[in-house]
C-alpha cells in the first residue's frame, strides 16, 4: 500500500488552523507548540505542493486550496472515527448499526425518539453510529439497514 501524502495529524492541524485563523490559538488547541505547527503546516503543504494558507505577521488566510483540503480533511476525520466506532461495535459482536443523524431533512421527532431508545437498541444488540449532518443523505436516498 503506498503510503500517505497526509497523515491524521497534518489533517488536524489543518482543520484546527481553518477554524482559529491564528497559529498561537491553533497550536494551545492543539497541545502543541507555535513553531511545530508552523513546521508540521509546512510540511503538509510541501507533500500536496500546494499552498493552503496565505499568512504574514497580522493575519492567516486559507486559499482556494486550503479550503478544498480543509471540506475534505473533514470527510476523511469524520469516516476514520466511523471505522473506528463500526470496528468496536464488531469486537462487541454486534450484530446490527444504527446510523441516527440530523439534517433539515431529517423528521427531529424521529430522531430525538431514536436517540431516546438508544440504550434500549444497544441492550438488543445494536450498535449505534452518530454521523454528522454532512452524511446524511437527502431524503429519497436509500442505503443499507
Not at 482559529?20 to 488547541?29: D, G, S
Not at 505577521?57 to 482556494?64: A, I, P, Q, S
Not at 441516527?100 to 431516546?116: E, F, H, M, N
Request: proline share 5%.
Amino acid at each position: 500500500m503506498q503510503k500517505p501524502l497526509l497523515e491524521i495529524r497534518h489533517l488536524n492541524a489543518i482543520i484546527v488552523l481553518s477554524e482559529e485563523l491564528n497559529y498561537t490559538q491553533a497550536a494551545v488547541r492543539l497541545d502543541m507548540s507555535q513553531p511545530g505547527l508552523s513546521r508540521l503546516i509546512q510540511d503538509a503543504e510541501r507533500r500536496l505542493e500546494r499552498t493552503l494558507f496565505h499568512r504574514n505577521h497580522h493575519k492567516v488566510e486559507l486559499t482556494d486550496a486550503g479550503r478544498t483540503c480543509v471540506a475534505e480533511a473533514t470527510l476523511a476525520l469524520e469516516h476514520e472515527e466511523r471505522a473506528i466506532q463500526y470496528t468496536r461495535a464488531h469486537a462487541r459482536n454486534v450484530d446490527s448499526n444504527l446510523a441516527v443523524g440530523r439534517s433539515q431533512y431529517a423528521d427531529p421527532v424521529l430522531t430525538d425518539v431514536l436517540l431516546a431508545v438508544h440504550p434500549t437498541l444497544a441492550a438488543q444488540g445494536w450498535s449505534t453510529l452518530f454521523i454528522p449532518e454532512t452524511q446524511v443523505p437527502p431524503v429519497g436516498m436509500t442505503g443499507h439497514f
